[in-house]
Structure formats: structure tokens, C-alpha cells
């Protein structure tokens, strides 16, 4: 599910950048719901906390989910412009990759931040699971092993969680899972899965293929696996296909509120693996 990175700007607002591992499948057996696509969504602002300064934010945001018998692939491309009511502005680009194991034991991931085209952090390295002996370790941006709290998991294996609970009534799931999109751990995540959308809410859509498809709306909330906290760090609402593509996200940052839309959709086949 998404991992959230936040990054602070040259004028010191933090802008989340958010990875969306959009395909809700379960990749040890290659689900053959499951389906491998690029996805190309825009963003806009939906509003602005008063006394934020932010006076517009506009975005692209693309995703490709490869897979074969050995596991998942994800890249990704997040580009914010972030316009200020002082006049000031940002480009913050953030370009991801990750590989997750068939099984869900192992990970590796590769983050890189730019602000207005120059890098600013890279975050690379790989994880294991493995019962109580469960670690990340960091290469970049400096090198350290921190331990991952029993029960984490990795994000398709999250994902394939939460979409087997979807169905006909509401449903809530909770788990630690972690990304590598920062070298602070694991996240809490409380997904709350809404009923089977039906009629019109699911079946409209402009892209061949996904008419009539079964959808459900998931509520995605962040913590910090680390602190006892009431409030979420972010939260993020999802219209998700059985299919495992995301037509819609709505994103609220605290400080904002942002809409992301497929604008361009690309898929695949699945792999068949026995």
C-alpha cells in the first residue's frame, strides 16, 4: 500500500511525495486477477490548510508494476510543483524502485529525492523476514540494520491482505508494514475497507477493460510503527479494482489535500507460474 515520504522543502514546508504500490494481488501465486500495468495519474490540489502558504499544487504521478514467478518489480515517478502565496516555488521529484520476493520474505528498494532537479537524499538498501531475526539494512544514506517489528510485512503482501478482506460488507485491517521510502522503520497502517461499490460508482470508467469491474473504496491510515500516536501522520483514500488498479486517490497531508486521477493506463499479463 502507499509509503509516504516527507520531504522538506528549501522554504520549509514538508511535502509528502506518496508511492502508491497500487496492485492489490497476491504474488505468490501470481493471482490471475492480478495485472501488470503502467499508470499515469494527475494531481491537483483539493484545499490548503489556512496559514499552510501553499497557494497551488500540481503533480504527475507514474507507476509500473512488472511481475514474474520470482516476485514483483515496482517503479515509480512522483513530481510535485508546489507554488507558494509568497511567490516562491518548488519542483519535488522523487523516483523509486523496489523488488519484493514471491514469498514476501525479502525486499530491496532504491529511493532517490530531487528538489528542482538536484538530488538531495538517496535511500537504498534491502530487508529481510525471517521470525525474530527480521531487519532493513540501510546502505544509503548511511549504513545501519535496524530490527522490524514482529508481524511487518512488505507492501504487496499488504496489499494482497487487505484486497482478500474486500467484499460485500465493510471490513478493518490493521498491520505494520515497511517500505524503505525512509530510513525511520515501519509504519502502523489501518486500512478500512468500504462495502462492494455497485451501479454507477463502479462500473463508469473511460478505460476499456475496467468497466463493470468489482470496487471497492479503502481508507489508508499512516502511523509511526515507533510512537504511540492518536493522530495519523497521512491518510489516503483509494477507489481500487478487483483487478488491482487504482482509478482515484484523494490524499490529505494535513497541511493539504490532493486529488490524483488515471489520466493514461497501460497493462499486461499476468505470469503463469504453477
Known amino acids: 500500500m502507499p509509503g509516504v515520504v516527507y520531504l522538506c522543502t528549501a522554504v520549509g514546508l ?6 502508491v504500490a497500487v496492485a492489490l494481488g497476491v504474488p505468490g501465486a501470481m493471482a490471475a486477477n492480478l495485472v501488470p500495468h503502467t499508470a499515469h495519474y494527475g494531481m491537483q490540489l483539493l484545499s490548503a490548510r489556512g496559514g499552510s502558504g501553499i497557494e497551488t499544487v500540481t503533480g504527475d504521478m507514474a507507476i509500473r508494476w ?10 515509480n515517478r512522483t513530481v510535485f510543483d508546489v507554488t507558494y502565496t509568497s511567490g516562491d516555488s518548488v519542483r519535488v521529484t522523487m523516483d523509486a524502485s523496489t523488488w519484493e520476493s514471491a514469498a514476501g520474505d525479502r525486499y530491496t528498494y532504491l529511493v532517490r529525492t530531487l528538489f528542482n532537479d538536484k538530488e538531495t537524499e538517496r535511500i537504498e538498501g534491502k530487508a529481510r ?12 544514506p548511511t549504513k545501519k540494520t535496524i530490527k ?15 484486497l482478500d478482506a474486500a467484499g460485500e460488507t465493510p ?12 530510513d525511520s522503520g515501519a509504519q502502523f497502517v489501518n486500512a478500512v475497507i468500504g462495502k462492494r461499490m455497485s451501479g454507477e460508482k463502479s462500473a463508469k470508467s473511460v478505460f476499456p477493460g475496467l468497466e463493470n469491474q468489482p470496487a471497492w473504496s479503502v481508507s489508508l491510515a499512516f502511523f509511526d510503527a515507533s510512537k504511540d500516536e492518536a493522530e495519523p501522520n497521512s491518510e489516503i483514500r483509494l477507489k481500487i479494482l478487483r483487478n488491482g488498479i487504482a482509478e482515484r486517490m484523494e490524499m490529505d497531508f494535513g497541511d493539504f489535500r490532493l486529488l490524483a486521477d488515471l489520466k493514461k493506463l497501460r497493462t499486461g499479463n499476468p505470469a503463469a507460474c504453477n
Not at 514538508?14 to 508511492?19: A, D, I, S, Y
Not at 511481475?67 to 518489480?73: H, K, L, N
Not at 523476514?129 to 544509503?140: C, H, M, N, P
Open 14 to 19: 514538508v511535502v509528502p511525495v506518496v508511492v
Open 66 to 75: 512488472e511481475g514474474d514467478c520470482s516476485g514483483w518489480t515496482m517503479s
Open 129 to 140: 523476514l525471517d521470525g525474530g531475526r527480521s531487519i532493513a539494512e540501510f546502505t544509503l
Open 148 to 162: 522490524l517489528p514482529a508481524g511487518t510485512m512488505f507492501p504487496t503482501m499488504h496489499t494482497k491482505m487487505v
Open 171 to 182: 471490513e478493518i485491517i490493521r498491520a505494520t508494514v515497511f517500505d524503505g521510502f525512509t
